[in-house]
């Protein structure tokens, strides 16, 4: 009886030190997938722009086809939250004088996918 009461006290003690906020956890989940989210689309996006110039940011090449100007904000809803996507401009390259709609091609591509709402 005795050894049945210091086992109960030890996991009250237990129970008091560790304590798991599961709302937390899914919050901080939550802010994970949707930063992953972003990163993703702002790399496709940067990457989309290193094919239309033939040439890689800040990269000196006899082949490029045209410099960035910057970037605009974008913002994306998407099922992990929303999402803020920088967007490349270029220089010389708009939609209509590119081989692909610029820069469609990643976003049309994102919303088709099942991570993200239209």
Known sequence: MGNGTTADAADKGLNRVIRIDE????????EMVRQSVQETLNGMLDAEADQLCKARRYERS????????????RK????AGQVELKVPKL???TPSSSTSPWPCVTVAAARKSSCLRA
């Open 62 to 73: 006899p082949e490029r086809q045209d410099t960035r100007a910057g970037h605009y904000s």
């Open 91 to 93: 220089r010389t390259l």
């Open 76 to 79: 994306l809803h998407t099922r």
């Open 23 to 30: 709302a937390k956890i899914q919050d901080h989940l939550g």
